[in-house]
């Protein structure tokens, strides 16, 4: 059974940090490209941020970020724990959502997590 558990949400004030983790379960985690996305009241689902797989010359992967977020979101991944993350710095009001990660390697292979809520307000 795959798993994907969100964590690290909660309440912060305006220019605070908060760091998300997403725990995957049930997948071959390395294989996956691992994204987070955010949903607004009464908005549509956003993509926030993406971390490819590592490529398999050299290690390394590539990242990814919505423009609202750039320079403020750090993605990162850490396979031997199967775990991603998500550092957001300089939190705006506007960045309150429920956050959602997103594991994918096929269309048949895409999954989702339930979502933490993060709030920015003061």
């Known amino acids: 059974q795959v798993q994907l558990v969100e964590s690290g949400g909660g309440l912060v004030q305006p220019g605070g940090s908060l760091r998300l983790s997403c725990a995957a379960s049930?997948?071959?985690?390395?294989?996956?490209?691992v994204a987070w996305y955010r949903q607004a009241p009464g908005k549509q689902r956003e993509w926030v941020a993406q971390?490819?797989?590592?490529?398999?010359?050299?290690?390394?992967?590539?990242?990814d970020y919505a423009d609202s977020v750039k320079g403020r979101f750090i993605i990162s991944r850490d396979n031997a724990k199967n775990t991603m993350y998500l550092q957001m710095n300089s939190l705006k009001p506007e960045d309150t959502a429920v956050y959602y990660c997103?594991?994918?390697?096929?269309?048949?292979?895409?999954?989702w997590g339930q979502g933490t809520q993060v709030t920015v307000s003061s």
């Open positions: 971390i490819t797989t590592s490529t398999s010359t050299d290690d390394t992967t590539s990242t």
């Open positions: 049930g997948i071959n985690f390395s294989l996956y490209t």
């Open positions: 997103n594991a994918i390697r096929s269309r048949r292979m895409d999954y």
